[in-house]
């Protein structure tokens, strides 16, 4: 094997923050390839490595941009974007040794197998340690790599299920109901995240790679806001509650003349604001509803305050009260996603960004959130084909010969 020739990447190499990092990402589906994608939107140079016969699933999910009977799915584009495209059986002993050579240049690898998986596969944490004392190792799970529940297999319903969140989501009285996006596996996405980039920094200062073990479970546990201390204060435990906080009173959605509106003015600041904006002046000094802790009783709330709330919204559009109150009081229209990606200031927060798929047309997808001054990130790069860069990684990364790839591609291993 020659000297490696990052050269042969050229153009391949993004700018940012993460710019040198290299990243391994053997994930599927949402959590892992989603973390590994913001890595990439951040300059990280991100590999994806998927097995030949068997790539990630999500390429098959919808939505589509087609051209004739070719399709591309909007869903792994989403999720994959900025990658580089490796395919290769990790199932094969070639496979696998081709992954050590990878492991032995990469600062991060990131999976999301059901534990165990790379053991079996003579790829686990400590192996791959071995090669590389310095790579961070970031394995997401559904119930993590320890603990008698480790080995079930999980999807998102069930960190929904078993970390709480489902029996909190919902109305009084009704059934439970879980979260409309994969909260589990988003969660997990950013826990990650935030494993991955603290343990690189030790890395860096020390050259000693560790294992970040996030489980989507304790992921969404974390997510629970106040149900946990409350019920370790006071016993009480968490139930659905609708559109109204636990607490917070006023703090919901309120109806209006053409949708809903979110409205927040629970301080007492706020609340005063309110009424004097909306002609209830009389309402500031009411001794019954002058202040936040009388408010916030159930009762009163729900015989003075919020009536009142709806008077005052009742016959105005979502457009006139924003115009009215939204620079002065936390008083937002509740949009659905088509508003939201027409809606000028998503544009102004770029966070609808298109990208070029060739023959398959622009796709649109979401922005990137994290907006560095010095730094910025490139969320509009194109998912990879698979195995589109695998010749270029292997050669430029590896050093590996043309006729070692070929003979490589002749036996199936990529």
Request: some cysteine; charged content about 25%.
């Amino acid at each position: 094997m020659t000297s490696p020739d990052l050269s042969a990447l050229t153009g391949l190499l993004p700018p940012g923050a993460l710019q040198g990092v290299v990243v391994l990402d053997l994930s599927r589906v949402l959590a892992g390839p989603y973390a590994s994608a913001v890595l990439a939107d951040l300059g990280a140079t991100v590999v994806k490595v998927e097995n030949p016969a068997d790539p990630d699933v999500t390429r098959g999910f919808p939505p589509y941009l087609r051209d004739g009977d070719a399709e591309l799915s909007g869903y792994f584009a989403q999720y994959n974007r900025g990658k580089l495209g490796v395919t290769l059986d990790l199932k094969d002993e070639e496979g696998k040794q081709v992954l050590r050579d990878l492991v032995a240049r990469a600062d991060v690898l990131v999976e999301n197998f059901r534990p165990g998986t790379m053991d079996k596969l003579g790829l686990g944490y400590a192996t791959l340690a071995a090669i590389n004392p310095r790579l961070v190792y970031t394995a997401i799970s559904g119930y993590g790599q320890t603990g008698s529940r480790s080995r079930r297999p999980a999807f998102d319903n069930t960190a929904q299920a078993a970390g709480g969140l489902w029996s909190m989501n919902g109305y009084p009285g009704a059934e439970p109901v879980r979260v409309g996006v994969t909260i589990g596996d988003l969660s997990a996405t950013l826990f990650a995240l935030v494993g991955t980039l603290a343990a690189l920094r030790h890395a860096e200062r020390t050259g000693e790679g560790q294992l970040v073990d996030v489980a989507q479970v304790d992921s969404v546990i974390a997510l629970t806001e106040t149900a946990v201390v409350e019920y370790t204060v006071t016993g009480r435990v968490a139930r659905p509650a609708g559109n109204a906080h636990a607490w917070v009173r006023p703090y919901e959605l309120f109806p209006c003349a053409d949708g809903q509106v979110f409205f927040g003015g629970y301080t007492d600041r706020l609340w005063n604001a309110s009424c004097e904006l909306f002609g209830s002046p009389e309402a500031v000094t009411d001794p019954e509803i002058d202040t936040m802790r009388k408010r916030f009783d159930q009762e009163v709330y729900e015989r003075r305050v919020k009536p009142l709330v709806v008077g005052w919204f009742a016959g105005r559009t979502r457009a006139e009260l924003e115009e009215l109150a939204g620079d002065l009081i936390p008083l937002t229209a509740v949009r659905d996603i088509g508003e939201v990606v027409e809606d000028p200031g998503t544009a102004e927060r770029e966070m609808v960004v298109e990208t070029d798929y060739g023959r398959f047309g622009t796709l649109r997808t979401f922005g990137q959130p994290v907006k560095m001054s010095r730094t910025p990130a490139r969320p509009d790069r194109p998912a990879n084909g698979l195995g589109e860069h695998t010749d270029r990684v292997l050669t430029g990364l590896l050093g590996y010969t043309a006729e070692r790839v070929a003979q490589l591609r002749g036996r199936g291993v990529l």
